[in-house]
């Protein structure tokens, strides 16, 4: 993986959910590329450990996306800290799949609340944080782009965060802030193992023109450029990251 190590030089960056997985992986990116890096997570113990394997440069800050009361800690800590924000990764969800039939009032406020709810006021928050220029990415989903059985309230809520995206992208025009999103495919993460046999992985990768599930590193590589002057000229706009999955069709398919 090449970095440009000072693409972020004198930024500031948070990811939510930045304990596994993806946004573990972009705090690795955003390091190594000169950014001051917070993460925050809701388990302390997942949070210590990212902290250790991550270093000193990381500001690691326990607290659940969903809680207003938390956000407000996050925020005033920041600000205490540093001041300011450069970059948003509004990363923190989840997945939930399961016929429409079987969800339950309570499931459907728990999975709007994760991957809607705190997205939204994650931005809020931090809005008086951020510089003009300054860059937000929000983790959406291949879903939202393709009908998925089992997958109707995980995909309706992914959709609902990319269409934050283009709204906030002209809401924040006169402040020059660019709003993007990821759509990440089948990426390999500890959510996506623990989840998915090996069989089902084996059979994911016949469906995906790249031949494979994805890494946590290549959506990282992703939203640090998202998040950098290289990306300028990008607003508004959902990158799939799914090796083909959702606009190519395998030619073993054919």
């Not at 006021?121 to 990415?137: E, M, N, Y």
């Not at 495919?185 to 994805?214: K, L």
């Amino acid at each position: 993986m090449t970095h440009n190590s000072s693409r972020f030089n004198g930024k500031v960056a948070l990811i939510t959910g930045g304990t596994s997985g993806m946004g573990l992986a972009t705090a690795h990116r955003l390091l190594a590329e000169g950014a001051q890096v917070i993460i925050t997570g809701r388990d302390k113990t997942r949070l210590d450990t990212a902290l250790e394997e991550l270093g000193d440069r990381v500001l690691g800050i326990p607290g659940d996306a969903t809680s207003l009361t938390d956000l407000e800690t996050l925020t005033a800590t920041i600000r205490d800290r540093y001041g300011r924000l450069d970059v948003v990764f509004a990363n923190a969800g989840i997945g939930a799949f399961q016929p429409v039939g079987d969800v339950t009032e309570a499931e459907f406020y728990h999975v709007v609340d994760v991957n809607f709810k705190a997205a939204f006021f994650t931005i809020q928050k931090t809005l008086p944080l951020l510089p003009d220029r300054g860059a937000i990415v929000i983790n959406a989903s291949f879903a939202l782009h393709r009908g998925v059985p089992d997958a109707a309230l995980y995909s309706a809520t992914k959709a609902a965060v990319h269409n934050l995206t283009r709204t906030l992208a002209a809401e924040l025009t006169p402040r020059r802030i660019r709003v993007n999103s990821v759509s990440p495919g089948y990426i390999d993460t500890p959510a996506f193992r623990a989840e998915t046999s090996a069989t089902a992985q084996a059979a994911i990768a016949t469906v995906v023109a790249a031949g494979r599930v994805g890494t946590a590193d290549e959506v990282a590589a992703t939203v640090a450029f998202l998040a950098s002057s290289e990306a300028s000229y990008i607003n508004g706009q959902d990158i799939l990251v799914d090796g083909g999955l959702i606009p190519a069709i395998p030619a073993p398919m054919l």
